[in-house]
């Protein structure tokens, strides 16, 4: 571990200890007006309570939105700026990519077979992704019907929106159990949260953090 891994974990792990011991007394706090002021709390619940609909607010994202170069200037001008950056990336990459050097400044993060590999199978990434840049750069100044078939082949759109209906539905079944029975709601959330209170205490007092 580097001494700036080691610094950074010693001074956000207390802080996420004090964080979890305070959520935790708010947390038996809650389990007491359960149990003493059960209505009060379930006012105060339907104060705080809002439901945000990750649907609704990822809709403008899921809009598709045509790119497409209507001028005979647009595919050229695309096609040699694609291939110009994608041929001085891989220059750059196959001249100037040294795996020891990579290997050096991620050592002690993986194993050094591990990160040997991942360094060579990063630079071979990039330069096959900068050939594929190239060669769609020249088919667009060269053959930009060719490429206007493939892309239209190939070219689908995807929403996450139709595949997350039942994960954005309201599901109140562990409400409803509350609301039917607030004390021993309560009681459960009290015991839970001594139990950490306790224990998360006890590592702050002693600052026995582990790290």
């Keep these: 571990m580097t001494l700036f891994q080691s610094t950074l974990l010693q001074l956000l792990f ?3 200890l004090i964080f979890l011991f305070a959520g935790n007394l708010v947390a038996i706090l809650i389990g007491a007006g359960m149990i003493l002021r059960a209505e009060s709390m379930f006012r105060f619940f339907g104060l705080m309570n809002r439901w945000v609909s990750m649907r609704k607010a990822l809709r403008p994202v899921e809009i598709p939105r045509n790119l497409e170069i209507g001028s005979t200037w647009g595919p050229l001008l695309l096609g040699i700026t694609f291939s110009f950056g994608a041929s001085i990336s891989m ?3 196959l001249r100037t990519y040294e795996v020891a050097a990579v290997t050096a400044l991620f050592r002690g993060s993986l194993p050094p077979v591990l990160l040997e590999m991942a360094a060579q199978g990063a630079k071979w990434f990039l330069v096959v992704g900068n050939a594929l840049a190239m060669v769609a ?3 667009l100044i060269f053959l930009p019907d060719v ?9 689908h759109w995807y929403s996450a929106r ?3 209906k039942d994960m954005d539905a309201m599901h109140l079944t562990l409400d409803r159990w509350v609301q039917a029975s607030p004390r ?6 009290i015991v839970l949260g001594v139990f950490v209170v306790v224990n ?7 600052k026995n953090y582990g790290v």
Excluded: C, E, K
């Design 14 to 16: 207390p802080a996420l």
């Design 91 to 93: 220059v750059a990459l």
């Design 137 to 139: 750069g020249l088919m």
């Design 147 to 155: 490429f206007a078939r493939l892309a239209a082949r190939a070219d």
């Design 162 to 164: 139709q595949f997350d």
């Design 184 to 189: 021993a709601a309560g009681w459960i959330i």
């Design 200 to 206: 998360l205490g006890g590592m702050i007092l002693s």
